[in-house]
């Protein structure tokens, strides 16, 4: 699934390409996504300039002055530059076209979404519960520790709620808590001050890594440029079930929590 890295990713991949230049056609193969892709968005941005292009969470907003396109790569999405005339593949649904070039999206398990945003877009009722952007100076120790008070939810979901913060999917939930030295099933509640410091940096500097390195890897990710996004970042516990600590070398401890698979060492996590 793409993540905030992947997104971010590709959004630093696609800007340079489209931003600036003047869309001249919408052409939309399969317009059933997670919701429908609406009948008028092809009307909407035909013939208008693009005049940015940034990220909310795990949304792309592409700004076009009267309005917004809103992506989301939902489980499987991808968007990749690409020369207008190439022809497209199986699960290439939509190719927003900028003269010769196409900013071109593909989405085999169709859960993403292309919908046009008037007004406000932060205040779309998909962005407008968001939490703070982890890798900004909103988001805090102080911030994490007050939030966290009165909620009895295991920590590693308590940081995985797009509404506490946005964009710590499951790998980095794992990766931070392990660095932080937190065990992932403890109540949100029981975090100490000094811990929401920690665990607060350790998601910042994960995130950043992942970005660093253009994306963690993914089935289906494709880089902004065209080449593949696999960059298989060296994970601490992630994927390492029943392997050794790289800390403490006990065997590392996997669990199910929300049916998702936790990786955790019961010894150097607290
Ligand atoms: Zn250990």
């Given at each position: 699934?793409?993540e905030?890295?992947?997104?971010?990713?590709?959004?630093?991949?696609?800007?340079?390409?489209?931003?600036?230049?003047?869309?001249?056609?919408?052409?939309?193969?399969?317009?059933?996504?997670?919701?429908?892709?609406?009948?008028?968005?092809?009307?909407?941005?035909?013939?208008?300039?693009?005049?940015?292009?940034?990220?909310?969470?795990?949304?792309?907003?592409?700004?076009?002055?009267?309005?917004?396109?809103?992506?989301?790569?939902?489980?499987?999405?991808?968007?990749?530059?690409?020369?207008?005339?190439?022809?497209?593949?199986?699960?290439?649904?939509?190719?927003?076209?900028?003269?010769?070039?196409?900013?071109?999206?593909?989405?085999?398990?169709?859960?993403g979404?292309?919908?046009?945003?008037?007004?406000?877009?932060?205040?779309?009722?998909?962005?407008?519960?968001?939490?703070?952007?982890?890798?900004?100076?909103?988001?805090?120790?102080?911030?994490?520790?007050?939030?966290?008070?009165?909620?009895?939810?295991?920590?590693?979901?308590?940081?995985?709620?797009?509404?506490?913060?946005?964009?710590?999917?499951?790998?980095?939930?794992?990766?931070?808590?392990?660095?932080?030295?937190?065990?992932?099933?403890?109540?949100?509640?029981?975090?100490?001050?000094?811990?929401?410091?920690?665990?607060?940096?350790?998601?910042?500097?994960?995130?950043?890594r992942?970005?660093?390195?253009?994306?963690?890897?993914?089935?289906?990710?494709?880089?902004?440029?065209?080449?593949?996004?696999?960059?298989?970042?060296?994970?601490?516990?992630?994927?390492?079930?029943?392997?050794?600590?790289?800390?403490?070398?006990?065997?590392?401890?996997?669990?199910?929590m929300?049916?998702?698979?936790t990786?955790?060492c019961?010894?150097?996590?607290?």
């Open positions: 699934m793409p905030l890295p992947e997104v971010e990713t590709t959004l630093r991949g696609i800007s340079p390409h489209v931003v600036g230049h003047k869309a001249t056609e919408l052409i939309v193969r399969q317009p059933r996504l997670r919701w429908p892709i609406p009948d008028d968005l092809a009307q909407q941005v035909a013939g208008h300039r693009l005049r940015g292009a940034r990220r909310r969470g795990k949304y792309l907003l592409l700004d076009f002055g009267h309005g917004h396109v809103l992506i989301h790569l939902g489980m499987s999405g991808s968007l990749r530059i690409v020369k207008a005339a190439e022809p497209p593949l199986f699960h290439d649904h939509v190719d927003l076209v900028f003269g010769k070039q196409a900013l071109r999206y593909g989405d085999p398990r169709r859960f979404c292309w919908l046009w945003v008037e007004g406000d877009p932060d205040t779309h009722k998909l962005l407008a519960d968001l939490g703070p952007e982890p890798l900004t100076d909103t988001f805090t120790a102080d911030y994490l520790y007050e939030r966290s008070r009165k909620r009895s939810q295991a920590v590693k979901q308590f940081i995985m709620d797009s509404k506490v913060v946005v964009g710590v999917g499951n790998i980095y939930a794992n990766e931070s808590l392990f660095m932080a030295g937190i065990k992932p099933i403890r109540k949100a509640s029981a975090l100490t001050r000094k811990e929401c410091e920690q665990l607060v940096r350790d998601i910042k500097f994960v995130l950043q992942s970005i660093d390195q253009g994306g963690t890897t993914l089935r289906d990710f494709v880089g902004g440029d065209g080449k593949p996004g696999y960059f298989k970042q060296q994970l601490l516990v992630y994927g390492r079930g029943n392997q050794p600590c790289m800390t403490c070398k006990k065997p590392l401890k996997e669990v199910r929300n049916d998702r698979t990786v955790y019961v010894a150097c996590q607290k």
